[in-house]
């Protein structure tokens, strides 16, 4: 599985963007996703997941009622749909995928293949 992401940029505080995240591979369709962010001088930390049906969701609680993730009917593009975003969102944010299972999905260690990160950048 390859994945490819895309969608940042600069935006002002309250603004909204949209990542995508687009993947190869047949298995991708029967894996969970994830999107991780990483700011300057910080881990990377977990954002949000959607499980391989796309049938659950799961959010960080910096994000949850602001950000929606979802994939295509498809199965082969996931979305982050951010808005009302606040200059603390800054950060490279990376897609994931693996067969990882509900109850892991807000870890790192779960995910097997990793997209090239793609920068957000929120400004005050």
């Known amino acids: 599985v390859q994945l490819q992401a895309s969608g940042g940029g600069l935006v002002q505080a309250g603004g909204s963007l949209r990542l995508s995240c687009a993947a190869s591979g047949r298995t991708f369709r029967n894996y969970a996703a994830g999107w991780f962010r990483q700011a300057p001088g910080k881990e990377r930390e977990f954002v949000s997941a959607?499980?391989?049906?796309?049938?659950?969701?799961h959010y960080a609680d910096s994000v949850k009622g602001r950000f929606t993730m979802s994939r295509d009917s498809a199965r082969t593009t996931v979305y982050l749909q951010m808005n009302s975003l606040k200059p603390e969102d800054t950060a490279v944010y990376y897609c994931?995928?693996?067969?990882?299972?509900?109850?892991?999905?807000?870890?790192?260690?779960?995910?097997?293949?990793w997209g090239q990160g793609t920068l957000v950048t929120v400004s005050s």
């Open positions: 994931a995928s693996g067969r990882a299972i509900v109850s892991s999905l807000r870890n790192i260690g779960a995910y097997d293949y």
């Open positions: 959607i499980s391989g049906s796309g049938g659950s969701t």
